[in-house]
């Protein structure tokens, strides 16, 4: 086979086939990027200079890999269009804290967020404080959206090119979703969920409604594929609770996109191997991942694809501190090389890591993982 570009050998193992080697894409989706600029990193999480998105194209060109492109960004009109303010509140030389104010017709929403000279932002304070109180605000936060804004994509799809491939990404409803919402979070959630089951019942269907015009509008786009679901699918809830929450939403958004011909991804760091089941059996998934293994995880690379493998092609899975942080390089080449024998038998699989490598992994460990899918990584 002809030597493909990064976007073409991406693309055929998203849909379960086998290209002309092991596509090599470990998680470095902000904090890697953000490191290489050089920069504070509030010049990029807050003052967006550069976008997040730009400094990833430059990590993708730096390390040589397989680019996995998950900012796709169009800009959604609403019915009610809402104000954003965000208001500095204090700073010294390492962090600076902000008020975020929404501005709603019911009535204003706020937080507060950390941002750190040298790590992602934290929200320190967070949007609803009672749901029942602030009802009538939180649902101008999941207004349908009646018109779709694609300049920003398009800008970012000619400098990717065939440096990798091109995604958009809507979270689905749960309590994954709704952590960055609720102040209190997952206790303050997991009283809802039992005592006003009739209010978190009535945040899902809004909220789906709003992801599905989304999803409507981005197939029209032709993304390369669609990321869904989230982060902590199944350990910020329980996987009785994703079922109720979660996987009505994602069954629909990935119909839809086969249907139109769209890929789709789920990604959900954590525990993940009901998910995975969930999705090979219940739904119409093209890829899943990180597939993190445990403690930060519970799922075996092997067992996954021997089980799921015909199904569902995966992307892992190696740890993010254990072998990606703190290994050497030939420890890296050891776990990649067990990566491949596990799951890369007939193609569907893409070489990747945990959840987000660490700011500080060595440049030497990320250039280990092309390294070996260039050479151990070749089918033959």
């Known amino acids: 086979m002809d030597e493909l570009t990064p976007r073409q050998r991406f693309l ?40 997040l998105w730009r400094a990833y194209l430059e ?171 989230g982060s902590g699918t199944i350990t910020l809830q329980s996987p009785q609770i994703a079922r109720q929450l979660t996987l009505p939403t994602l069954q629909k958004i990935t119909r839809m996109a086969k249907e139109a011909g769209i890929l789709t991804m789920v990604h959900s760091c954590g525990r993940e191997y009901d998910l995975v089941k969930m999705c090979a059996e219940e739904t119409d998934l093209n890829c899943i991942n990180p597939l993190e293994e445990p403690p930060m995880g519970d799922c075996s690379l092997a067992q996954v694809k021997r089980e799921f493998g015909d199904r569902l092609s995966l992307m892992g899975n190696l740890h993010t501190t254990n072998v990606m942080l703190f290994g050497t390089p030939e420890e890296v080449e050891r776990a990649a090389i067990q990566a491949i024998d596990d799951a890369g038998a007939g193609g569907g699989f893409i070489l990747s890591t945990g959840d987000q490598c660490g700011r500080d992994t060595p440049d030497a460990n990320i250039r280990k993982l092309v390294e070996v899918c260039q050479t151990y990584g070749r089918y033959t």
């Open 59 to 229: 990590a993708v060109r730096y390390f040589g890999i397989d680019g996995w492109f998950i900012y796709g960004s169009p800009e959604f009109a609403v019915p009610v269009p809402l104000e954003y303010e965000q208001t500095s509140m204090s700073r010294t030389a390492e962090r600076w804290v902000t008020t975020d104010r929404v501005i709603t017709p019911a009535g204003d929403l706020h937080s507060e967020t950390t941002y750190y000279i040298a790590d992602p932002p934290t929200q320190t304070a967070k949007f609803i404080k009672n749901l029942r109180q602030d009802w009538d605000k939180v649902r101008y936060l999941f207004q349908e959206p009646i018109a779709c804004d694609l300049s920003e994509m398009q800008a970012q799809r000619r400098e990717l090119g065939e440096l990798g491939v091109y995604g958009i990404t809507l979270i689905c409803p749960g309590f994954h979703t709704w952590f960055g919402l609720f102040q209190g979070s997952l206790e303050v959630m997991s009283y809802l969920y039992y005592d006003a089951p009739d209010l978190i019942e009535e945040l899902r269907a809004m909220h789906e409604r709003q992801l599905l015009k989304q999803a409507e509008m981005i197939i029209d786009a032709r993304p390369d594929f669609i990321l869904t679901a």
């Open 12 to 51: 055929i193992a998203i849909r379960n086939e086998q290209p002309d080697r092991v596509p090599c894409a470990p998680d470095i989706s902000n904090m890697i990027p953000a490191r290489l600029t050089g920069r504070p990193f509030w010049d990029l999480y807050y003052h967006n200079d550069p976008p």
